[in-house]
């Protein structure tokens, strides 16, 4: 629903990211146990749009995307985009050469 919010230009609060930042952890968890999370699911177009990544992105992605655009890691800090790139190609959800 926020990631709706998000794609209608809606400003997302302080306490929106916390919860946001919660369901990714907790997405990341899932992930590992269940090939069936709405999260791996592709996202539609606009939202995929909104939080700047490619057409076709998973639900989880996206999330990820928009964290890290409204709440930036500070220096040193892995991104969010980054881990859950990580967890995917670990989990075999993405194949890489």
């Known amino acids: 629903m926020l990631l709706e919010c ?5 400003q997302i609060s302080y306490e929106e ?29 606009h939202i995929c749009k909104a939080a700047l990544v490619c057409d076709g992105s998973f639900w989880i ?8 655009n409204c709440d930036p890691p500070t220096l040193g800090r892995k991104s969010r985009g980054a881990k859950v790139y990580d967890e995917l190609v670990l989990q075999g959800y993405i194949v890489i050469d």
């Open 6 to 10: 998000y794609a209608s230009k809606a």
């Open 17 to 45: 990211v916390k919860m946001l930042e919660l369901e990714l952890d907790t997405q990341i968890e899932n992930i590992k146990v269940s090939r069936s999370q709405g999260c791996i699911k592709i996202a539609p177009k």
């Open 61 to 68: 992605t996206c999330l990820a995307s928009v964290l890290d």
